[in-house]
């Protein structure tokens, strides 16, 4: 997993593998704005790192992180993934995807969809369609992104073939509409599954045929997603995981209940608890208590005393039987404090406490 953090300006990235210390790696280029790995079906370990300068110029750095060293370094000086709010207030708009082999990176920067080639750093395709989000095909062969459905509301799909950037007519992505709007992120992936998006709260599952499998909302809260990812099939990565996943296999047995479950109301539960409470004092009625051994009083103040409580510890049942055995309403101070103890544990005379 490779994450950088959102408020360095430095290019600083850092990057964790299993049962390995995370790692700190540093690009001069500027700040970081976008990140992607090459696809699981690639045997290339490639990192694409998006990262801004000062003066706002955008470049793609390819990082191999098994042999860990930069392979190139590409200047972009046609994307502009920089905005400014009231002026001066600098953030990243940009989106990067690389492609299943390896060969091609796709970046949309909300003005244009760009698609490099990777090792030659030339650009295959440009397109002013005002993108959000940028995916490739599982066979690398399609880029997919998004735009406005407008004067429609809703997302319209742009899928483009790589490398002659020609219109997929023929692809199921290519002119596909959904009813949800995207928001200021729309991260996508193709998967076995189908093509999955996230749009605006919901995520959405389209499959091979261009058909809508399902849209879920699967967050509570508003916060924009910023990534997808699909775990490779590798079993040198995922050797260790399947032990680990087999040793801590979760058995589910299905209890089939035949009755509803019970409703109680508030009335029906009180008198529940009040007949418990008379079954306990019953119970202990003829308990007691050793005097020798207790050591120490608590002096408890309430910050909030109500009617109801003052009530309940005045005349509830609980303390009927330390209220009696004091008898006399020795267990009330003339300072209005209460005092529940055995009577022998009244050293007289008490000092007065305070209310």
């Known amino acids: 997993v490779a994450l950088a953090p959102k408020y360095k300006k430095t290019g600083v990235v ?14 001069a280029a500027g700040a970081v704005f976008a990140l992607a790995f090459v696809g699981a079906k690639s045997s290339k370990t490639l990192l694409a790192v998006g990262l801004v300068s000062d003066e706002d110029e955008a470049a793609v750095v390819l990082y191999d992180y098994e042999s860990d060293h930069e392979i190139v370094s590409c ?11 009231d002026g001066d207030i600098r953030f990243f708009q940009g989106e990067l995807a690389i492609s299943n082999d ?29 993108p959000c989000g940028v995916a490739f095909s599982l066979d690398s062969d399609i880029v997919t992104t998004a735009t406005n459905g407008l004067p429609v509301p809703g997302t319209v799909f742009l899928s483009f073939e790589v490398p ?10 290519h002119q596909k509409h959904v009813n949800e709007d995207f928001g200021s992120h729309c991260p996508m992936l193709y998967t076995k599954c189908g093509f999955i998006v996230y749009l605006s709260r919901k995520v959405v599952l389209i499959n091979a045929d261009g058909e ?26 995922f050797s260790g995981c399947a032990r680990l996943c087999e040793a801590y296999t979760t058995v589910i047995q299905p209890v089939v209940h035949e009755e509803e479950p019970a ?10 608890v009040a007949q418990q ?20 009083f608590h002096v408890c103040t309430l910050n909030r005393c109500t009617k109801e409580l ?24 003339p300072g209005g404090s209460l005092v529940f103890v055995e009577k022998e544990w009244l050293p007289p005379p008490l000092p007065p406490l305070p209310r």
């Open 14 to 27: 850092f990057f964790q593998r299993p049962s390995v210390r995370a790692a700190e790696l540093s690009f």
């Open 75 to 85: 200047k972009l000086p046609e994307v502009d993934v920089v905005e400014y709010m």
């Open 102 to 130: 390896g060969s091609f990176f796709g970046i949309a920067d909300g003005w244009h969809l760009f698609v490099w080639d990777c090792m030659e750093c030339e650009p295959v395709l440009q397109r002013r369609v005002q």
């Open 164 to 173: 002659s950037g020609k219109p997929a007519c023929d692809h199921a992505m």
């Open 212 to 237: 809508l499998v399902f849209s879920v909302e699967p967050f509570k809260w508003s916060a924009p997603v910023l990534a997808l990812a699909d775990l490779p099939e590798h079993p040198r990565s």
């Open 263 to 272: 409703v109680i109301g508030s009335t029906e539960a009180a008198e529940i």
């Open 277 to 296: 409470e008379a079954c306990f004092m019953e119970t202990n009625f003829d308990a007691t208590v050793k005097s020798g051994e207790a050591k120490q």
């Open 310 to 333: 003052r009530d309940l510890l005045c005349n509830g049942p609980q303390l009927k039987l330390v209220r009696d055995a004091l008898g006399d309403r020795n267990w009330l101070l």
